[in-house]
Nanobody
Framework: QVHPVESGGGLAQPGGSLRLSCEASGRDFTLPPIGWYRQAPGKQRELVASITSGGTRDYEDSVKGRFTISRADGQNTVSLHLEMNSLKPEDTAVYYC?????WGVGPLDYWGQGTQVTVSS
């Protein structure tokens, strides 16, 4: 199984925007809901946004109205994006993509390297 590949992170000022991307392949990723997780220093990894293969989106409360998740499915591949607006310093974390939902679907055991998002003035 190929690990997902995340990109698009960087440094942004408070109130700024970033767009994250993830490429993943295989039925393990393309069939279940897939989402973005983040892990801040000293904290557990948490799911912040999820989208089903049918396009239903869910968000963690702290990012609702600021982040938008989207996906584009190819033949046995999925491109996942996270549009991040009105960024706050507390959004600083390493962001990962993996399978997941807020109603019980968990991540697969293999993770990509993630992409660092730093929000600071």
């Amino acid at each position: 199984q190929v690990h997902p590949v995340e990109s698009g992170g960087g440094l942004a000022q408070p109130g700024g925007s970033l767009r994250l991307s993830c490429e993943a392949s295989g039925r393990d990723f393309t069939l279940p809901p897939i989402g973005w997780y983040r892990q801040a220093p000293g904290k557990q990894r948490e799911l912040v946004a999820s989208i089903t293969s049918g396009g239903t989106r869910d968000y963690e409360d702290s990012v609702k109205g600021r982040f938008t998740i989207s996906r584009a499915d190819g033949q046995n591949t999925v491109s996942l994006h996270l549009e991040m607006n009105s960024l706050k310093p507390e959004d600083t974390a390493v962001y990962y993509c993996n399978t997941g939902s807020f109603w019980g679907v968990g991540p697969l055991d293999y993770w990509g390297q993630g992409t660092q998002v730093t929000v600071s003035s």
